[in-house]
């Protein structure tokens, strides 16, 4: 802060040297001028003094028979001074302030956190209706008006924050709900039903009636945890219905079919090493391409295409990179039998390491792999376990009306 404050003031650095340096610098601490960044260089001594305690050393070297030489003149003052003649720098340097000044005023930045179900994409389509968007003037903004509106567009916000810090607007979002509950809706019934069909190797229900147990067959469609529960008398006799949301994790066992079929000759691009580079530039749909056209018959081009941007959602319509045509030859290869083989094979694990990563156990692979002539062919089964049940809306039924007996005495 001192350092800021001495450069808007102007400051000066000095060498001296005499008789009693030492008394020099003892008299000015006695007055209170301010000295730093003092060093010893040559038989004398160099330091920074303000441009007021300056002027009234004076007297101070008459005492001290200390002289004095001015080497540096640093600070606002004198920056001033020296480009007084330089009207063109000031006017820029104003009209830059003005320009600063003006666009302080408008919102150049819209921040959008803690959403997970609207994409900030959607939100800010949503803000562009609202005439919410970048540029806009922030006095023209309402935070509690967006907020509210949002809230009101957007079920699954429960809470909305909009501010404004400095040229940027920002929403702090929180949604409530599984991507499940915003589809069947809180509080409406549902089953659970099977997506396949096959054999129920687990079943732990939390919520619902099962209508199957572990070890039974279903097919596809068939309920299997039912979100009614039947109300019984004494009697066993149905009362009333209540219903749910059924909540139950169920595992069944079904096979897969699996067939894959290729050629064991196959085309490849075989790159000579040959390259032409140049220069892409695009505004909006319309670009410019500075390269000479590449005279191959077969290459590849490959575009790395920068956006311009001010802000982190501000984009403009302006981009800039490389294009690149690689040029290639296309030959003709032919797998052998063990290649062939290994490709199958390879296709069929990186198929069941998708299956793994989405929690499907595999039980049985009964796929064979051969070769006929020009063919290798793979085909077979796969028994997997997975998680294997989706929600349907629950079937209303009507209430049982209440029987009453009359005895005769």
């Not at 007084?84 to 000044?101: D, H, S, T, W």
């Not at 589809?183 to 069909?197: I, K, N, R, S, Y």
Request: proline residues 2%; neutral net charge; charged residues 30%.
């Amino acid at each position: 802060m001192q350092k800021l404050e001495s450069y808007r003031k102007g400051y000066v650095r000095i060498r001296f040297w005499g008789e009693s340096p030492e008394r020099f610098l003892n008299l000015c601490a006695y007055h209170k001028i301010p000295v730093w960044n003092l060093v010893s260089r040559d038989n004398a001594y160099e330091m920074n003094m303000t441009v007021e305690g300056f002027r009234h050393i004076r007297g101070i070297c008459r005492k001290s028979h200390v002289k004095i030489k001015i080497i540096g003149k640093y600070g606002l003052p004198f920056f001033f001074y020296r480009n007084k003649k330089r009207k063109a720098f000031f006017l820029g340097f104003f009209l830059g302030l003005c320009l600063l000044f003006l666009l302080s005023r408008h919102i150049w930045n819209i921040h959008v956190e803690g959403n997970v179900y609207n994409s900030t994409q959607s939100i800010l389509n949503y803000l562009e209706e609202l005439n919410v968007r970048h540029g806009v003037l922030k006095k023209n903004l309402d935070c509690s008006y967006i907020a509210a509106r949002m809230r009101e567009e957007f079920p699954d916000i429960t809470w909305v924050s909009a501010k404004i810090s400095g040229s940027r607007l920002i929403l702090e979002i929180k949604e409530n709900g599984s991507l499940e509950e915003r589809e069947t809706g809180e509080g409406v019934p549902v089953d659970l039903t099977a997506q396949t069909e096959g054999i129920i190797v687990s079943m732990v229900t939390r919520k619902g009636t099962p209508l199957k147990k572990q070890g039974d067959t279903c097919t596809a469609g068939e309920i299997l945890v039912s979100g009614r529960l039947d109300i019984k008398n004494d009697s066993g006799e149905i009362i009333g219905y209540e219903y749910t949301q059924a909540d139950a994790d169920i595992y069944i066992q079904h096979d897969l079919e699996y067939y894959q079929e290729f050629s064991m000759d196959y085309k490849e691009p075989v790159y000579t090493g040959e390259q032409r580079k140049g220069i892409l530039l695009q505004v909006g749909d319309y670009y410019l391409r500075l390269k000479r056209k590449s005279a191959w018959e077969d290459y590849d081009t490959v575009t790395e295409l920068k956006q311009v941007k001010l802000t982190e959602n501000f984009r403009l319509p302006v981009y800039y990179g490389s294009v690149t045509d690689y040029a290639y030859e296309e030959k003709t290869f032919t797998y052998s039998q063990t290649e062939a083989r290994e490709k199958a094979q390879e296709d069929l694990n990186s198929l069941l390491r998708t299956l793994e990563e989405k929690g499907v156990q595999i039980s049985e692979n009964h796929v064979k792999i051969g070769t006929q002539g020009k063919t290798c062919t793979a085909r077979g089964t796969l028994t997997v376990i997975e998680k294997n049940e989706q929600k349907t809306l629950t079937e209303i039924l009507e209430q049982p009306t209440e029987r009453n007996t009359q005895e005769n005495e």
